[in-house]
């Protein structure tokens, strides 16, 4: 067979592989305590049953290529309870009581019982691009726009408070990188063990209870602000998204007001973040936004913007491709291998984002080195993405020295690899 045709089996295998997957993880009922169906991917049976932001959009994206109308409805679930100001919860705990005896985290910020009280990274614009793109396209558009903007125009006006074009997380979990050894310090935490995490998580969220959770006096707390590189990254991605989205269906004032915000948050990201001596971007925390110069994978995370200056771009990938730093033989670590910190796969106590490998973060790296150029790295990391999901299955996380799998296994958004080869097959 030649390249082409062997290629072509192994983009077929993967949507065979992916749509049993989401067979298995598929949840779907009618939920008494808000009188709602519901119909989506759950990140894992065995772990995570429940709906959550980021992975959601990244399980639509993935569906947009097998099933359009299931990808649709894996949004309408996750918008179902966006509340009136406009934050789309980062879980929805849709079917609970069916998992209440083993499923409980202390750590997570209820807003009712039914759906926390925090944000994840938002890529709404984008798996709302994507659904429509290989779906109904504008009819679709014009139905969940009205509801993506609301929360693009929540995260602008309750995040970010100092109207520098970044937003801010109030607590870890709201990165999406949970235990990423970025925020040690900010924390104090050391690391190595859950009760210190435990500890650090009361000490942020006990007096935010105090204030009632109110944003504006959580920012005033002063206890966990994060404008985070990888999260602004993503904003500023998906405000030119929502922009472009909102052009196709004829609003050339919301078009044009998102594009330029946009822009805002790509020049604040560079001017504010980005550290010309150390080559790497810097998370900023706190009111006085003092640089986290811990070097993981948010670092490089810029990349992914098209018109990111072409020098940085080259200083970035520079980094990627060190040994020493990010270039472990399977790619990419969380956290550079230069950091003390740095942990290639599986801790005790389920400590996250300390060093092994994640789809999601490869599938935004993988887009990033295309957009500058380096289409042949993008596919050597997918390629290795591919073969350890190949032998491992679809888990949570991958050991960046051995590409052994750990974590949760049937992990649903590691099915991002389908995305990736089914681009590839189309530039073909
Ligand atoms: C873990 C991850 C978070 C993810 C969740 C569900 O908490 O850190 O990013 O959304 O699991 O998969």
């Given at each position: 067979m030649n390249d082409l045709?062997?290629?072509?089996?192994?983009?077929?295998?993967?949507?065979?592989?992916?749509?049993?997957?989401?067979?298995?993880?598929?949840?779907?009922?009618?939920?008494?305590?808000?009188?709602?169906?519901?119909?989506?991917?759950?990140?894992?049976?065995?772990?995570?049953?429940?709906?959550?932001?980021?992975?959601?959009?990244?399980?639509?994206?993935?569906?947009?290529?097998?099933?359009?109308?299931?990808?649709?409805?894996?949004?309408r679930s996750l918008l179902a309870n966006q509340q009136p100001n406009g934050l789309v919860p980062h879980v929805t705990f849709w079917q609970r009581e069916a998992f209440e005896e083993r499923w409980a985290d202390p750590s997570i910020a209820y807003r009712t019982p039914y759906f926390s009280d925090c944000m994840q990274p938002p890529l709404l614009a984008e798996a709302v691009a994507a659904v429509a793109a290989r779906g109904r396209g504008e009819p679709f558009l014009r139905v969940v726009l009205p509801a993506v903007r609301r929360y693009f125009d929540w995260l602008h006006d309750v995040r970010d408070p100092d109207d520098d074009g970044l937003?801010?997380?109030?607590?870890?979990?709201?990165?999406?990188?949970?235990?990423?050894?970025?925020?040690?310090?900010?924390?104090?935490?050391?690391?190595?063990?859950?009760?210190?995490?435990?500890?650090?998580?009361?000490?942020?969220?006990?007096?935010?209870?105090?204030?009632?959770r109110d944003p504006v006096r959580m920012f005033a707390l002063d206890r966990f602000i994060d404008e985070d590189v990888m999260v602004n990254t993503i904003?500023?991605?998906?405000?030119?998204?929502?922009?472009?989205?909102l052009a196709q269906v004829g609003d050339a004032a919301g078009a044009a007001d998102f594009i330029a915000r946009a822009l805002r948050t790509r020049q604040a990201l560079v001017a504010k973040c980005?550290?010309?001596?150390?080559?790497?971007?810097?998370?900023?925390?706190?009111?006085?936004?003092?640089?986290?110069?811990?070097?993981?994978?948010?670092?490089?995370?810029?990349?992914?913007?098209?018109?990111?200056?072409?020098?940085?771009?080259?200083?970035?990938?520079?980094?990627?491709?060190?040994?020493?730093?990010?270039?472990?033989?399977w790619p990419v670590p969380t956290c550079s291998r230069r950091e003390p910190a740095f942990r290639p796969g599986a801790i005790g106590e389920h400590l996250l984002w300390r060093g092994a490998s994640w789809v999601n973060i490869n599938w935004y790296l993988c887009r990033g080195l295309r957009r500058h150029g380096?289409?042949?790295?993008?596919?050597?990391?997918?390629?290795?993405?591919?073969?350890?999901?190949?032998?491992?299955?679809?888990?949570?996380?991958?050991?960046?020295l051995t590409g052994e799998g750990h974590g949760a296994p049937d992990f649903s958004w590691s099915a991002l690899i389908l995305d990736l080869l089914e681009r590839r097959a189309a530039e073909a």
């Open positions: 045709n062997l290629e072509a089996v192994r983009v077929e295998r993967m949507r065979a592989a992916v749509s049993n997957l989401y067979a298995r993880n598929r949840q779907r009922g009618h939920a008494d305590w808000c009188d709602q169906d519901y119909d989506f991917v759950c990140p894992s049976m065995t772990t995570y049953p429940f709906q959550w932001f980021w992975d959601s959009c990244f399980h639509a994206i993935v569906l947009s290529h097998l099933d359009p109308v299931r990808a649709e409805s894996e949004l937003v801010a997380v109030l607590q870890a979990d709201e990165t999406g990188l949970d235990e990423s050894p970025k925020f040690d310090d900010y924390l104090g935490v050391s690391g190595d063990n859950r009760p210190d995490y435990d500890a650090a998580w009361r000490r942020v969220a006990d007096p935010y209870v105090e204030v009632g904003y500023a991605e998906n405000q030119r998204v929502l922009g472009e989205l980005w550290d010309p001596d150390a080559g790497l971007f810097w998370d900023l925390a706190g009111l006085a936004e003092r640089p986290l110069r811990t070097s993981t994978m948010t670092s490089l995370f810029p990349l992914l913007l098209p018109e990111l200056p072409e020098p940085i771009a080259v200083r970035l990938i520079v980094q990627l491709e060190d040994p020493s730093a990010y270039g472990t033989p380096r289409a042949d790295l993008a596919r050597r990391i997918e390629d290795s993405t591919a073969t350890m999901i190949q032998r491992w299955g679809f888990r949570e996380y991958y050991d960046t």
